[in-house]
């Protein structure tokens, strides 16, 4: 079984930056696709960004400019920088990785952003 570690979560003023990475607790394969969500309390997870195997990426019309989604696939980790954020970027961010038809779900940072 493979487990999903997120980390880099925390309170930020808007405007300001961070950096999320969320690494896989095992190296033997490379998942074909690998992705941030995000949901807000009362809302919805929604997806923020994905990247492929091969490094095409998208993202959501909330974040594209201001987001961006890289990987790692020797180390199987994906990282989200976030810049510009405001205060409705507010939520706990998850990371997902697909390989074929399993799908894997980390278990959550929160991100805080005041105004």
């Known amino acids: 079984q493979v487990q999903l570690v997120e980390s880099g979560g925390g309170l930020v003023q808007a405007g300001g930056s961070l950096t999320l990475s969320c690494a896989a607790s095992?190296?033997?394969?490379?998942?074909?696709?690998m992705d941030w969500y995000r949901q807000a309390p009362g809302k919805q997870r929604e997806m923020v960004a994905t990247?492929?195997?091969?490094?095409?990426?998208k993202y959501a019309d909330s974040v594209n400019g201001r987001f961006t989604i890289t990987r790692d696939n020797a180390k199987n980790t994906v990282y989200l920088q976030m810049n510009s954020l405001k205060p409705e970027d507010t939520a706990v961010y998850y990371c997902r990785g697909t390989y074929y038809l399993n799908t894997y779900w980390g278990q959550g940072t929160q991100v805080t952003v005041s105004s």
């Open positions: 990247i492929f195997s091969g490094g095409s990426t």
């Open positions: 095992r190296n033997s394969f490379t998942f074909n696709a």
